[in-house]
């Protein structure tokens, strides 16, 4: 199984990024999926999910209204959206694959940089 992220790089304060996860070799819409993100010095992070069917999510507190996850589950993708970033967005990001209903094996990506900076 793996999932391979994509999309991060360098960005200026106030602009946007869409990062995407790629994921194979397991069923994806039975996962639910989260991004995390780690800073330098910090412990890792939840920063939004998104359950296999239905459509809920949830955020962290710091990035509700501008953050937005979302999921194609035809194409076993998950997305982020981030707008208005912050200096404080800098981090990697990761992608994370948990089992829903059907026990399974949990999945985490490789992680993507996004660097925030003038």
């Known amino acids: 199984a793996h999932l391979v992220e994509s999309g991060g790089g360098l960005v200026q304060p106030g602009g946007s990024l869409r990062l995407s996860c790629a994921a194979s070799g397991f069923p994806f819409s039975s996962y639910h999926m989260r991004w995390y993100r780690q800073a330098p010095g910090k412990e890792r992070e939840l920063v939004a999910g998104?359950?296999?069917?239905?459509?809920?999510?949830t955020y962290a507190d710091s990035v509700k209204g501008r953050f937005t996850i979302s999921r194609d589950n035809a194409k076993n993708t998950v997305s982020l959206h981030m707008n208005s970033l912050k200096s404080e967005d800098t981090a990697v990001y990761y992608c994370?694959?948990?089992?829903?209903?059907?026990?399974?094996?949990?999945?985490w990506g490789q992680g993507t940089q996004v660097t925030v900076s003038s």
């Open positions: 998104i359950v296999s069917v239905g459509g809920y999510t």
């Open positions: 994370y694959a948990e089992h829903g209903e059907i026990p399974g094996p949990d999945y």
